[in-house]
């Protein structure tokens, strides 16, 4: 019995794949360095800027306090890393683009671009939200409620991992839209669809508030919020890509 002898031009196109999927990501890595290398100097600003909210609302003479004793020089240099990862986002989804591009159509090159636009976006707005509305807001609220006699001293590690961890979930939240557009689009759901479930989403978004957000009232209602409004304009989004869709 005969094995069919391998294509050479299916191997040779095989290669060219990986070749090119190394080049991505070594010019991905290689723009998440250098944001990196341009952030480290000023390591220590970026730390005392992201940790204004919460000393804002302290008492006269509240600080940050280090815990543990390589705590100083670590928090710094991994927040100047998640901020290098932030801002090279565009150019690492500009990477994952150029390489999957070619093999889409052109209806779906049309559509996705606007969609990889938006989606950074949304993300860049939930993450200023969270900053700049948030977290002063909920610093506010609990150093308003603390109990009497109790000194509000935050280790700067476990406070960065709290930002992170807010601005995560309010970028993630705020690409409400996109994900519903993604959908209209793949077919699962229409905007009529969308429009009659209104009801169930609102609830379901205070539900999912309630989950990732502290346990406090005014952080998950400012999450909530935006996000029934966002889902208002994912539903106006998909209504406009349906029609020309059709």
Excluded at 113 to 126: E, I, K, Q
Aim: charged residues 15%; contains cysteine.
């Amino acid at each position: 019995m005969n094995r069919a002898s391998p294509d050479p031009d299916a191997e040779s196109s095989l290669m060219e794949h990986l070749l090119e999927l190394r080049s991505r990501l070594m010019r991905a890595l290689a723009g998440l360095v250098l944001a990196l290398l341009a952030l480290l100097p000023f390591a220590n600003r970026l730390y005392a800027w992201l940790a204004a909210p919460l000393l804002d609302k302290l008492p006269a003479g509240g600080q940050l306090i280090a815990v543990e004793v390589a705590s100083p020089f670590f928090t710094p240099i991994k927040l100047a890393f998640f901020a290098a990862l932030l801002l090279s986002a565009p150019w690492l989804l500009y990477q994952a683009w150029a390489f999957v591009a070619p093999g889409l159509y052109r209806r779906e090159k049309r559509l996705a671009v606007p969609l990889l636009v938006s989606a950074v976006a949304l993300f860049y707005t939930g993450c200023a939200f969270a900053f700049f509305v948030v977290l002063p807001s909920v610093f506010a609220f609990l150093a308003a409620i603390k109990p009497d006699g109790v000194a509000i001293m935050t280790d700067i590690n476990a406070y960065l991992d709290f930002v992170l961890v807010i601005f995560l979930a309010f970028g993630a939240s705020f690409e409400l839209p996109v994900a519903l557009v993604i959908l209209v689009l793949l077919g699962w759901v229409t905007p009529q669809q969308l429009q009659a479930g209104r009801g169930y989403a609102i609830v379901g978004i205070f539900v999912l508030a309630a989950v990732i957000t502290p346990p406090d009232v005014i952080s998950q209602l400012l999450l909530a919020i935006p996000m029934c409004l966002l889902y208002e304009a994912g539903i106006l989004a998909a209504k406009l890509i349906d029609r020309r869709g059709r």
